[in-house]
């Protein structure tokens, strides 16, 4: 047996994980959620004065906090370009690794047609295995011995 590669197979560093951006993106959007959630809570007017409520000092950000590469729990929306950068080149290098994958340059109507190629071949094997069950049942009926073979 050769050792030779399935010429349909995936690359080696193609795997599931080259497509999933959706963690990553998920998690910089709760990010700028949480950020935008506080900043509304900071905003609130306190009901007994109706002034705005004055931040207090745990509820301020740090400038290391809203930055996209720290481990923060806040992100701004201008920090969020900087924070889906690793989320473009992903893709930029999972569109690279499909392009090269066989048969991507194949129209939809090519696809199509094999498609139906493939069915209709699926029909004509399943109809030889409907006759041939019929003849072994047929041949099982007409062969049935009504004594011993032995006897004759």
Known sequence: MSNEPHPLALPPSFSPDTLDVLTELYNVLQKVHETARESLQNQEQDPATGAPKLPTSTSTPSAAAMTAGGDGK?????????????????????????????????????????????????????????????????????????????ET
């Open 74 to 150: 806040r992100l701004t929306f201008k920090d969020v370009p900087n924070a889906t950068d690793g989320i473009k080149h992903k893709l930029q290098r999972a569109r690279e690794q499909v392009r090269g994958l066989p048969d991507m340059s194949r129209t939809v109507a090519e696809q199509d047609a094999e498609m139906r190629e493939l069915e209709a071949r699926i029909e004509k094997q399943r109809a030889l295995l409907e006759r041939l069950r019929e003849d072994g049942l047929a041949f099982g009926k007409n062969d049935a011995p009504t004594g011993d073979r032995m």
